[in-house]
């Protein structure tokens, strides 16, 4: 069992930074890859990035290339997300994810966080 807990959501100007942290509860995590997802009311849960157990493997979603970078340090059982010049279209809750295999896809994570509100206004 993993437990996932996020942090670091909170409210910015369009063009802001924020930094979310997700920390993992179970040693496994340095054998877990990680995803961080985002959801707004009523529409499907969407890809925002993905890592490696190892860091060697990096995905992101099309909309947040060149803009946000997903880390992750294995000593801490902590993943990141750091989002750059921020748009009012990343406001959304911000969920991370532990599961076997690097995936764009929800489906693909086992152990959900309870998510980290980030809403950004214009």
């Known amino acids: 069992q993993v437990q996932l807990v996020e942090s670091g959501g909170g409210l910015v100007q369009a063009g802001g930074s924020l930094r979310l942290s997700c920390a993992a509860s179970s040693r496994s995590f340095s054998r877990s890859a990680m995803g961080w997802f985002r959801q707004a009311p009523e529409k499907e849960r969407e890809f925002v990035a993905a890592m490696s157990w190892s860091g060697s493997i990096t995905y992101y979603g099309d909309s947040v290339k060149g803009r946000f970078t997903i880390s992750r340090d294995n000593a801490k059982n902590t993943v990141y997300l750091q989002m750059n010049s921020l748009t009012p279209e990343d406001t959304d809750v911000y969920y991370c994810?532990?599961?076997?295999?690097?995936?764009?896809?929800?489906?693909?994570?086992?152990?959900w966080g309870q998510g980290t509100q980030v809403t950004v206004s214009s």
């Open positions: 994810a532990a599961g076997a295999s690097t995936s764009r896809i929800a489906s693909g994570y086992n152990y």
